[in-house]
């Protein structure tokens, strides 16, 4: 079946240290591929994406994220993590000749002092 | 500029009442989303506008919601009598043009509660 798998509900991490968080996606064709954070009370903001080519992408606030075509993953980085990175991170893909995104189930990240 | 806005941001309605949310997209983009964000069902698409074309309702999940774009801004979603299950927040989202390659700017979502 078609899915997008955010494998980690939640994270904590130490302020400071560093973060990755696992996408990975079950399509016949390698969709595009979009991380997304949602603050609490906030709408959803886009971090990066990747669509082709180099597949190390950087992204907003520090983020980067590797596409692995072989295991078929997008999993977002951080080297270290702010306190206000404390958020709500979903990965999202987009098929080719879709209108829609469609969203994995997200991973909370909290960040202790 | 300003971004998507959406009202109202709570709403809530008891049991087999309608309901209508409004989006406000950013200006100049052609294209708009609703999704839904739920508890059990996560983030889910509802319906898609692109300018002047026909709408993609495959998310619709019944005959009970319905959407409309007045004038390729503005859109109105409406939830007629409503269900418990329908308790979610609601999110628009507006693109440039609907390429999959244009980032899609996410309003703050309106709450809805059907008590």
């Known amino acids: 079946a078609q899915s997008v798998t955010q494998p980690d509900i939640h994270i904590t991490v130490s302020e400071g240290a560093s973060l990755e968080l696992r996408c990975n996606y079950s399509?016949?064709?390698?969709?595009?591929l979009f991380w997304y954070v949602q603050s609490p009370g906030q709408g959803l903001q886009l971090l990066l994406k990747y669509f082709s080519g180099d597949t190390l992408v950087q992204g907003i606030k520090g983020f980067e994220a590797e596409f692995k075509r072989s295991q078929s993953s997008f999993n977002l980085r951080k080297p270290s993590v702010h306190w206000s990175d404390a958020a709500e991170y979903f990965c999202a893909v987009e098929l080719p000749g879709a209108n829609n995104l469609f969203f994995g189930t997200g991973t909370r990240l909290t960040v202790i002092p | 500029g300003a971004g998507v806005s959406q009202s109202p941001s709570n709403k809530v309605t008891e049991k087999g009442k309608d309901v209508e949310l409004r989006c406000d997209p950013i200006s100049g983009h052609t294209a708009l989303y609703w999704y839904r964000q739920s508890l059990g069902q996560g983030l889910e698409f509802l319906i898609y506008f692109q300018g002047n074309s026909a709408p993609d309702k495959s998310g619709l999940p019944s005959d009970r919601f319905s959407a409309e774009r007045t004038g390729g801004s503005v859109s109105t979603l409406t939830i007629q009598r409503t269900q418990q299950e329908d308790s979610a927040v609601y999110l628009c989202?507006?693109?440039?043009?609907?390429?999959?390659?244009?980032?899609?700017?996410f309003g703050p979502g309106t709450r809805l509660t059907v008590l």
């Open positions: 989202a507006s693109s440039l043009a609907g390429r999959e390659t244009d980032t899609q700017y």
């Open positions: 399509y016949g064709a390698t969709p595009y």
